[in-house]
T-cell receptor, first 114, second 112 residues
Framework: GNSVTQMEGPVTLSEEAFLTINCTYT??????LFWYVQYPGEGLQLLLK?????DKGSNKGFEATYRKETTSFHLEKGSVQVSDSAVYFC?????????????FGKGTKLSVKP | EAQVTQNPRYLITVTGKKLTVTCSQN?????MSWYRQDPGLGLRQIYY???????DKGDVPEGYKVSRKEKRNFPLILESPSPNQTSLYFC???????????FGPGTRLTVT
């Protein structure tokens, strides 16, 4: 079945460092891909999304490109801040653009030190 | 303010004592869902509902029930909780296909 694999954490970076969190997926169709962020003690928030191959999602300085040839959707940010410390989840939807049935990766905890 | 609310936020209970976790959204969303979050396993979908009176199983439905009698509410029912249902639970909603999914703040449940 469909699945999402993301790099294990925790990831610890210094402020202003470059961030990459790897995410690869397995899907039989043409899923939409998402990155969600969970700040301490809160629910998940959609960070960015891409609905078809070669789309680039971006938000708050984060970017991810939907790469069908490598089945990847890596999250990147050029210069992280302490406020970016959170758990990041890669996810896909099984039904094209629908978020009706999200499948999540296990999450990657990011800690950014001043 | 557009939001998804859950109650209670924290609950400690004993094995076998029926409980209900409520979920309500004020965005007139068609779709609602329940997830559980466990360390090392990420989030897994329990049940979802595409509309009033329409519900379906997610990946881990065993031991749970849901109902969708009104559009805004989607309660999660544990008829006979067991310790393996100790987890962090999230309710979520979205307008329809392709739209952003909004999550509630979570309910931390401990079953002893």
């Amino acid at each position: 079945g469909n699945s999402v694999t993301q790099m294990e954490g925790p990831v610890t970076l210094s402020e202003e460092a470059f961030l990459t969190i790897n995410c690869t997926y397995t899907a039989t169709g043409y899923p939409s891909l998402f990155w969600y962020v969970q700040y301490p003690g809160e629910g998940l928030q959609l960070l960015l999304k891409a609905t078809k191959a070669d789309d680039k999602g971006s938000n708050k300085g984060f970017e991810a490109t939907y790469r069908k040839e490598t089945t990847s959707f890596h999250l990147e940010k050029g210069s992280v801040q302490v406020s970016d410390s959170a758990v990041y989840f890669c996810a896909l939807s099984e039904w094209g653009g629908s978020q009706g049935n999200l499948i999540f990766g296990k999450g990657t905890k990011l800690s950014v030190k001043p | 303010e557009a939001q998804v609310t859950q109650n209670p936020r924290y609950l400690i209970t004993v094995t076998g004592k029926k409980l209900t976790v409520t979920c309500s959204q004020n965005m007139n969303h068609e779709y609602m869902s329940w997830y559980r979050q466990d360390p090392g396993l990420g989030l897994r979908q329990i049940y979802y509902s595409m509309n009033v009176e329409v519900t379906d199983k997610g990946d881990v439905p065993e031991g749970y029930k849901v109902s969708r009698k009104e559009k805004r509410n989607f309660p999660l029912i544990l008829e006979s909780p067991s310790p393996n249902q100790t987890s962090l639970y999230f309710c979520a909603s979205s307008m329809d296909e392709g739209r952003e999914q909004y999550f509630g703040p979570g309910t931390r449940l401990t079953v002893t």
